[in-house]
């Protein structure tokens, strides 16, 4: 009949219950996998499609471009304890930053207990040439206030062509705030760092995770009057 607005969900869509389930699953097997690791002594991965992504092409590339020489990498937890080899093996400034104190276990050699809102305790405007803000976002940062001040910390701590990658789940429970209306980020401007093909990855998971590159880039970011342009840091 014309006119009339189908019900059916858009394809690719995966139902709250059904994102519920795939958590529990998760839960689950992760909780197997580690005690393994630990009876048979080896460091387990997690080995979700986002997560490879992230390992295995976004950080090795970024951690290859000699352009990012101090990096911090935002929020640990077991399965992010191999990135320091990562950018430590190439010569890279590695430093990590947690709120929880009990996940320091999981940091760097160089660590931070703090929130990512009060980055200029430990970081100084334009210290840093890489920031990696991965499920950070709605995942204990979770106020819209605290979230803009956490991106006004980092655009501030960041280096002219420094790159903030961030990560978020784009689903509503994950989402505090849309990531387009954070204010902070006109700071920045969208990049696509070499070797890697568009400034925003979409990973299809159940959680429709999404990865974002953001430049500090002061001359373009005067003569921008909206955040439409795209760059590229190659
Ligand atoms: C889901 S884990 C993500 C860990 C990791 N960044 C990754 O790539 O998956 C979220 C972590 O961010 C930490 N976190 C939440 N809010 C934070 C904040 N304001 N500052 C620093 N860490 C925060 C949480 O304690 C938790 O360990």
Known sequence: MSGQVSASPPEGYVS??????HKARDIVGYSLLRAAARLFGFKPRHRAKDRRLLDEEILPRLAENDRYARVLF??????TEHVSDLFESRGREYATLEIDPARARHGARRHIVGSLADL??????GSLDLIVCNGVIGWGLNEPVQIERSIEACARALSEGGVLLLGWDDVPEKLPIPIEEIHALEALRPTTPAGLGEPVIKTHTYTNHTFGFFVKSGAQTVARTSRSGRGSDR
């Not at 709250?16 to 389930?21: H, Q, S």
């Open 74 to 79: 935002v929020g640990c937890d077991w399965y």
């Open 16 to 21: 709250r219950t059904a994102r519920r389930i």
């Open 120 to 125: 200029e305790r430990s970081f100084p405007a």
